[in-house]
């Protein structure tokens, strides 16, 4: 994804939701589509687990 483009994860364990932004050309784990941040994690109930199934939506990049 281009860097700046916002995205929306859900969780498909708990419905929980966030949204990101891309800024960075991760993931650095083998099997990863996806890397958070610690704060995104939380928010979506899956900072203890360290991975979760996700359903990802790409928004346009914000143009800042």
Known sequence: MPFNTILRVTNLENGRRVRVRVNDRGPYR????????????????MRQDGTARVRIEAFAADQR
């Open 30 to 45: 083998d099997g990863r589509i996806l890397d958070l941040s610690a704060a995104a994690a939380s928010a979506l109930g």
